[in-house]
C-alpha cells in the first residue's frame, strides 16, 4: 500500500486522539474513580495504535499499545489509578506527541522511550490479578474479542474444499476470521482493503462473505467474514488484524476440512461445530457475555439504512487556502480598477454590472475568510497539560479556566500567537499564583486560579489571561526600571498604575528573583508585546495588588485584506489602518502649540504630539502649501495617541496587504504596500512604529 497519500490523514488524526488523550487524562486526574473516562482515552489510544501499525510506525504503536495496556488495566479494575501512575501515562502522550511531531516534520517517528516502556511494563505486573491474563494475548485484544459464536458460517465448494485439504496436508493452517468494524466507522471500505493487505501478506485468502465487490462497494452493515490459508499462528493473526485502526472485535477459528461434507449437491457445509475451534480459550466478564441469540447479524437487505451517514467536511491544506486567498486578493485589486474605470466613463449598464459584481465578491470574501477561521481551542488546547506540569514544578496548586474556545481567529494569526500565549500563562503560573502558603497567610484558597478567555468584538478578536495571584508590585517594578535606566527616578513618581504596568513588556526587564526556564529566563514581555504588534494587535495589562492580574490582548480577525484610510501627501498616497484611526480632524495653523521642542494640538482635553508625514518620509514639494489649515488624522497606540498631519483625505476603503518583498525590509514606519483602483502603488503606514 502507498502510505504517502495517507500521510497527512494520518498525522492530523493522531494529534486529534492524542489531544483527547490529554484532555481526559486531566479529567481522570480529577475523578480518578471514572472509569467512563479511562474508556475514552483507550478508544483514542486504540485508534491510534491501529493508525501507527498501519503506517509502519512500529515504535509508536509499541508505544501506544504498551499505554493501551495500562489503561486496560485500570477500566478492568486490575490497577487502581494514582498521581504516579498518570505521571507515566503523561510521559507516554509526550512522547507520543514527539513522535508524530518528527513525522510531520518528515522524520521516521523513532524515539528512545525504553524508560517510559519499562515503567508501563512495571505498572501492567505490578497488581497480581494482571498476570492472570494469557502472556500471548495483550490485555487490549482479550477486551477486543468475545465468545466464539458458531451461528457465523462460510460455506464452500468442491474446489475450495480441496484447497483447504491440501493446504492443511501441507501444513498449514485453515481459518475463518470473523472482523468486526466500529459501528460510527465512516471509511469501511479503506479498512477491509488494510484488513485484506494484511491476509495476503501472510497467507492465501480462500473466500470472503460478503464478497470482494460487495465489501469494496461497502454493501455489508459492520461484520465480514475471510477464509484464510496461514503458516501464521491464530494469535498473531489476532495481534495484526486488531491494529488496523476503527477494528472493533476480531475472531480467528480453526478449520478442520475433514469434517465437512456435502449438501445440496456441490455446496459444502460443516456437519457440526465440532470442525470450528477456538484458537484462543479466554474468559469473558460477566457483564461483557451476551448471549449468542441477542447477537446482531448482518442484514443484507437493510445495508443501506444502517449506512453511516456521509461526511459534511473536508481536510483542505491550508497551502491551497493560501493560494486561494493569493488570487481572490488580485480580484479585489482589479475591482477597485474596474471601480475607477465605471466612474470615469460614467455608463450606465457598466457601473450597474461593476456594482453587483463587486457585492458578489464582498460575498464571496466573507465565504474565503471565513474558510481560513480556525477555532482558537487549536492553541488553548495544549495549555491544560502545561499548567499541571508548570504546577508541581512550582509546587503550586493552580486551576486553569479556560472560556471561548470556540472563537474563531484566521490561520495566519493562530500560527503566530502560540508562542506568546505560552509566555503570559507561564508568566502568570511563576509571578502572578502565590504558593498555597502565602495564599492561606492571604486569606485566599490554596489553589489559584488563572484564567483563558477569547471572544469577539467587532472586527477583533481579545484574548485575556487573568490570575487571582499577587499582582503586579508598583515598588518593586519602579525600583527595577530605575535601576535598568528604563526611567528615571524624577519620571517614576509621577506615573500612573497603568504606566508602571506597561514598563514590564520594556526590553529586558524582568522582576524575577531567580532566573529560571519558568520566568522566562530575564527575557520579560518584550519579545510579546512585539510579536502582538507585528500582527497588527495590541496589548494591555490591568493589575491590583493581591487580587491579581489580566493580560488582554487585541487582536484583527484577519491580515491579508484590511479597511485604511487613503490619504495624500503632494502626489503621493499612503494608507493608514483603521484599526489605528480614532478620528480625522481638519485643524487650523493657530491651533498647534510647542510643547518641549514638539509641536502638539489640544484634543478633547489632551495634549497630542503632531507627526508631519512629509517630514517623516521626506516627500519633495513642487510647490509651496497653504499652511491655514491641516487634515489630522488622528491614531492610538495603547494609551498613547498622536496626530498625522497630511494634505487630503482621500476616503475608506478595502485593501490587500502585500509585502515589500526582501530587497526593501526594514523600511521605517511602513509596513507593506497594496495596489490601487488606478495601478498606482500606495504605501501602509505602521502607525506603531511611528509612535
Known amino acids: 500500500m502507498e502510505v504517502n497519500q495517507y500521510l497527512e490523514m494520518f498525522i492530523d488524526e493522531s494529534k486529534e486522539h492524542l489531544q483527547a488523550c490529554s484532555e481526559h487524562l486531566l479529567e481522570l486526574e480529577k475523578n480518578p474513580q471514572d472509569l467512563a473516562i479511562v474508556g475514552e482515552i483507550f478508544r483514542s489510544a486504540h485508534t491510534l495504535k491501529g493508525m501507527s501499525a498501519t503506517m509502519g510506525f512500529e515504535d509508536l504503536a509499541d508505544l501506544t499499545h504498551k499505554m493501551e495496556n495500562v489503561l486496560d488495566a485500570i477500566r478492568n479494575d ?13 510521559e507516554s502522550v509526550d512522547h507520543l506527541e514527539e513522535m508524530v511531531q518528527d513525522i510531520a516534520s518528515g522524520g521516521d517517528g523513532k524515539r528512545n522511550v525504553q524508560a517510559t516502556v ?15 491474563v494469557p502472556v500471548q494475548m495483550a490485555a487490549s ?8 459464536s458458531a451461528e457465523r458460517k462460510l460455506e464452500y465448494d468442491d474446489f475450495e474444499k480441496t484447497i483447504l485439504h491440501q493446504s492443511t496436508e501441507q501444513g498449514h493452517m485453515a481459518y475463518e476470521i470473523s472482523i468486526s468494524l466500529r459501528e460510527d466507522c465512516l471509511l469501511k471500505a479503506a479498512r477491509v482493503f488494510m484488513v485484506f493487505e494484511i491476509l495476503e501478506k501472510n497467507g492465501d485468502v480462500i473466500k470472503s462473505s460478503p464478497t470482494v465487490d460487495k465489501l469494496e462497494e461497502e454493501q455489508f452493515d459492520s461484520v465480514f467474514h475471510v477464509a484464510l490459508i496461514s503458516k501464521e499462528t491464530a494469535d498473531d493473526l489476532q495481534k495484526m488484524l486488531l491494529k488496523v485502526s476503527e477494528v472493533e472485535k476480531v475472531e480467528v477459528l480453526a478449520v478442520d476440512p475433514s469434517s465437512f461434507k456435502e449438501v ?144 474563531e481567529l484566521d490561520r495566519t ?14 508568566n502568570s503560573l511563576d509571578h502572578g499564583v502565590e504558593s498555597p502558603e502565602v495564599r492561606r497567610q492571604k486569606g485566599k484558597p490554596e489553589e489559584g486560579t488563572v484564567q483563558l478567555r477569547a471572544y469577539h468584538s467587532g472586527n477583533y478578536v481579545f484574548i485575556e489571561i487573568e490570575d487571582d495571584g499577587a499582582g503586579i508590585n508598583r515598588e518593586k517594578v519602579l525600583t527595577k526600571a530605575i535601576s535598568k535606566g528604563i526611567v528615571s527616578k524624577e519620571a517614576a513618581s509621577s506615573l500612573s498604575d497603568k504606566q508602571v504596568n506597561e514598563l514590564i513588556m520594556a526590553s529586558g526587564f524582568s522582576t524575577a528573583d531567580v532566573i529560571s526556564d519558568i520566568s522566562g529566563r530575564g527575557v520579560g514581555l518584550d519579545v510579546v508585546k512585539t ?45 493608514v489602518p483603521l484599526s489605528s484611526i480614532i478620528e480625522t480632524s481638519i485643524i487650523r495653523h493657530s491651533d498647534i502649540l510647542n510643547a518641549h521642542n514638539q509641536k502638539v494640538i489640544d484634543f478633547r482635553g489632551k495634549v497630542v504630539p503632531l507627526i508631519f508625514l512629509e517630514e517623516v518620509f521626506e516627500v519633495p514639494r513642487t510647490e509651496s502649501k497653504d499652511d491655514e489649515f491641516h487634515s489630522v488624522v488622528i491614531v492610538r497606540k495603547g494609551e498613547k495617541m498622536a496626530g498625522l498631519v497630511v494634505d487630503s483625505f482621500i476616503g475608506q476603503q478595502e485593501i490587500v496587504l502585500k509585502s515589500l518583498g526582501n530587497y526593501l525590509t526594514n523600511i521605517f514606519a511602513i509596513s507593506g504596500a497594496t495596489i490601487l483602483g488606478n495601478g498606482k502603488v500606495a504605501l501602509i503606514v505602521d502607525c506603531n512604529a511611528l509612535m
Open 141 to 148: 485484544e482479550q477486551a477486543a474479542t468475545s465468545i466464539v
Open 413 to 426: 494569526v493562530i500560527d503566530e500567537i502560540g508562542d506568546p500565549l505560552v509566555h503570559l500563562i507561564r
Open 78 to 90: 486490575k490497577i487502581k489509578v494514582t498521581p504516579e501512575i498518570l505521571d507515566v501515562v503523561f
Open 118 to 132: 519499562e515503567m508501563l511494563k512495571r505498572i501492567e505486573s505490578g497488581d497480581t490479578e494482571v498476570n492472570t
Open 264 to 407: 445440496k449437491g456441490e455446496v459444502i457445509s460443516r456437519d457440526d461445530e465440532s470442525s470450528l475451534q477456538p484458537a484462543i480459550i479466554e474468559s469473558v466478564p460477566e457483564q461483557q457475555t451476551v448471549p449468542v441469540a441477542a447477537e446482531k447479524k448482518p442484514a443484507a437487505n437493510n445495508t443501506k439504512a444502517h449506512a453511516p451517514a456521509t461526511s459534511k467536511t473536508i481536510r483542505v491544506n491550508i497551502e491551497r487556502l493560501d493560494v486561494l486567498m493569493n488570487l481572490f486578493e488580485e480580484l479585489v485589486i482589479d475591482r477597485g480598477r474596474l471601480l475607477s474605470i465605471a466612474a470615469e466613463v460614467n455608463h450606465g449598464e457598466l457601473s450597474e454590472t461593476v456594482e453587483r459584481m463587486s457585492r458578489t465578491m464582498g460575498d464571496l470574501q466573507n465565504i474565503i475568510l471565513t474558510m481560513r477561521m480556525v477555532p482558537v481551542e487549536t492553541v488553548f488546547n495544549r495549555f491544560p497539560k502545561m499548567v499541571r506540569q508548570l504546577s508541581r514544578d512550582l509546587n503550586k496548586k493552580i486551576n486553569l479556566d479556560i472560556i471561548g474556545a470556540e472563537t
Open 531 to 575: 510579536t502582538i504588534e507585528s500582527l497588527g494587535g495590541n496589548i494591555s495589562i490591568e493589575s491590583t495588588q493581591d487580587v491579581g492580574s489580566i493580560f488582554s490582548i487585541q487582536l484583527p480577525l484577519t491580515l491579508s485584506i484590511i479597511s485604511v484610510m487613503l490619504v495624500e501627501i503632494e502626489k503621493e498616497i499612503y494608507a
